[in-house]
């Protein structure tokens, strides 16, 4: 009861921490999209929070920022996330990419916060290549002169007051994380030189100093400013940092979010630069100015009046502000205003003033400008729909684009211009202009769409290629509106080409007689269409049919076709790729077009080249090895080891609970097993029961919140390294010793050479295990450079008359990225118990 009440009393210490100018009125129905349009009116403050991957941004502190105080808040992101995991599917690569993008732009939303990317494309030089130590081999592999002149290019753009990194440059941190703190932290200086990259002053950008520039302090002691931002806020029904876990849900291919309490939660600061007088001030905007009446005050006193009007704009954007929840007076307010802003920016382009502070202003009334359309259009309630009547185009396609407008408010609509946004080249009908919307009416109009022959590919990163554009007249002064349309609109290729496998792999022990390949050929265009398909083939290469002709009757029929490889026998060691290509109407396709569809981002795709990529090598494996895979959905490993010819079942829940464990020699559970399958966590006693009755159990790496138990989920004791962030090996070329060179592991079926640890991709293992039980063998041993050595990559015990191992190297990405080493190690592993009988 006690600590009940001291919860109850320190919640009721921070109830009054909520927005002044709410009202007992909203507080049962608030008006959440009026208060996120109106509540950016109270400051000119700008604020720039700095990481390398999406997920990287400060939540709870920018939710605060932006939702709480108004503040125009942006999160500058290095890269997409391709290196990473994906707990939603089995997406890697660029695709996770494009998801990642995606999950940050959606959780920005939640925060009132704006989303960007240094790293412009798919395969981008800024790439999240998995993760690094150090921040100098960061951005040898990014590119140290591409990437600062992309970060400084924006901070010119965005023109930010406060700068802060989410990490700090220390050695625990991922080397990502540290690059764009230095960078970042080097930038304080560079945008406001007019010499460091001066091209980008002839496209129009002018140097910018930024004021201050801050560090996420680990303690109050290390702090110089400190921040309560644990209030509760009414209008969202809870307080900034769970606003901000509502923002990390979105981040699904990540795991992220959690359930947290209402209490009191402090942000530490370390002020490390500035360029302001604070005047002894240690609090976050202290020197900066926190709305045009602070601006006004800066002003010399010859500009008084420019002074005076200033002070009066403030005066009506708070006076919109206490106008809540009022839609009707709000938006007359903000008409007036918004003329007000434009006067004020036309006298001080003529003004004397000093350029810097002339800069300042006007990009300030910028942004006010913009803010002030969007309080217009959510107080006028106005409602846009819009909507295309395909929503995938192809070259040469005409559609129709629907603009719905509906007048829920209570003010006519004058002078309502109806229009498109589309890349030069397109064909648009002539725009509605002047019309009249009246309250509770509707107007609906339709525009005729024509995407030209020369127009360019979807691509995910790009803005939508058709927006409308409402503009009306109120008040004396136009506002407008852009509306992005409803779902994803893309320009794709007529045809689509997908092949299965994705990758070959020809055992030159045993070279196939032959190879059957899939080619499912999906229809985009608006209509029939008749494809000839084929298989563009290494020399010495057969393949049947030479070409298959294929009908497609309607837009998205999709229809497979099947083809025949032989592999040459004297086939040599090396890589080799098949093309996939559909001729129609005269034109060639060799495009894969992967569709990726999730509830919380929508349907976004990727386009790539139809290729088969191949190798070759010798890979010997045992003829009568049976073996049960536990899928996880994180990677694709059986899929792999049967295209080569291991006969592999997959396990469901029913043979977990109840079947046969005994017929297989070996059971391999995918990467992180534990967390995705609850058959596995709660049959996991009879994974142990079928070791110890003489199978063979390959366990890959798991996360230490995998529902991984230390001391009940392996047969002894095995503890995962946390924090994980340091029990890695993130050099793929690491040097690797045997520990136990005679040991079968190495020698049967594959002898295993020091070349088998060649050319591996990412890193060589993650999670190593920090602690095991003395039953358990080591057989390997590696590290980063100026580190020590990791000997927990292979763990193999006896358990009854079997084996149990466990291995954190990351043979997943080598067997999918087809390196021929992944390969030989991993099928030794499960191949062990065999070399134990």
Known sequence: MKKFICILLTFLLFVPFVPLDINAEQLEQPDVELWNAITPLKTTVTFLNVGAHPDDERSDFLAYLSRGLGVKTASLIANRGEGGQNEIGNELGNAL??????????????????????????????????????????????????????????????????????????????GHHRAMTILSERAFKDAANPNVFPEQLKEGLKPWQIKKFYLPAYSKEDATTSIEIGMYDPIYGMTYPQLGEQSRYMHKSQGMGRDIPAEPRQIYLELVHSSVDDKGKNDLFAGIPYNFKEWSELLPKTANDLKVHLTHLQQELDSIVAAYPDRHTVFNKSQKALKDVRNIQRKIRNSKLNENIKND?????????????????????????????????????????????????????????????????????????????????????????????????????????????????????????????????????????????ENI??????????????????????????????????????????????????????????????????????????????????????????????????????????????????????????IGYIESGFDKVADYLINVGFNITKLTSEDLATGDLSQYDTIITGIRAYLSRDDLYKYNDRLLEYVKNGGHLVVQYHKPSDRWNPLKTAPYKLVIGDPSIRWRVTDENAKVTITQPDSPLFHYPNE??????????????????????????????????????????????????????????????????????????????????????
């Open 97 to 174: 990419g494009i998801i990642r993008t995606r999950e940050m732009i959606e959780a920005a939303k939640i925060t009132g916060v704006k989303a960007y990317h240094l790293s412009e494309t798919t395969s981008d030089p800024i790439y999240d290549y998995g993760f690094e130590k150090t921040p100098e081999e960061t951005l040898k592999k990014w590119g140290e002169q591409l990437t600062y002149g992309r970060l400084i290019k924006f901070i010119r753009t965005y023109q930010p007051d406060i700068v802060m990194p989410s990490f700090r440059n220390v050695n625990s941190e991922h």
């Open 361 to 501: 202003l006007l990009h300030k009334l910028s942004i006010k400008e913009e803010q002030l359309q969007v309080v217009s259009f959510v107080s006028s309630s106005i409602k846009v729909k819009a909507t295309a009547a395909s929503n995938i185009l192809t070259k040469g396609q005409q559609t129709t684009v629907s603009v719905e407008i509906k007048n829920n408010g209570k003010e006519k609509i004058n002078h309502l211009d109806v229009s498109l946004i589309v890349p030069d080249g397109w064909k648009v009908t002539s725009h509605s202009k002047h019309l009249t919307l009246f309250p509770g009416k509707t107007i609906n109009k339709e525009f005729t769409v024509v995407v030209p022959e020369n127009a360019e590919y979807y691509h995910a990163y790009k803005d939508p290629v058709i927006r409308a554009k409402i503009q009306f007249e109120a008040n004396g002064t136009k506002t407008e509106q852009i509306q992005e349309l409803e779902g994803t609109i893309a320009v794709l290729p007529d045809i689509s080409l997908t092949l299965d496998p």
């Open 505 to 626: 792999v020809v055992n030159t022990a045993d070279i196939q007689d032959e190879i059957p390949v899939t080619v499912k050929v999906k229809n985009y265009y608006e209509g029939r269409l008749n494809a000839s398909v084929s298989l563009k083939i290494p020399k010495g290469w057969t393949v049947s049919p030479h070409q298959t002709n294929v009908t497609l009757d309607k837009k998205m029929d999709e229809k497979k076709v099947t083809f025949t490889l032989v592999p040459p026998r004297d086939i040599q060691d090396g890589k080799f790729d098949i093309e996939a290509i559909a001729s129609v109407k005269g034109k060639l396709y060799n495009s894969t077009i992967q569709e990726i569809n999730y509830d919380h981002i929508g349907t976004f795709y990727y386009q790539y080249p139809s290729n088969i990529h191949g190798v070759a090598f010798e890979l010997l494996k045992p003829d009568d090895l049976k």
């Open 752 to 837: 295993i050479k020091d070349s088998d640890w060649n050319n591996w991709v990412q890193e060589r293992g993650l999670y190593f295990p920090m602690e095991w039980d003395s039953r358990f063998e080591t057989y390997v041993s590696m590290a980063d450079p100026n580190e020590n050595p990791f000997e927990s990559g292979i763990l193999i015990a006896k358990y009854g008359k079997g084996t149990y191992a466990y291995t954190s190297l990351v043979f997943y990405r080598q067997i999918q990225n087809q390196v021929p080493g992944g390969y030989r190690i991993f099928t030794n592993l499960i191949s062990y118990g065999k070399s134990q009988k």
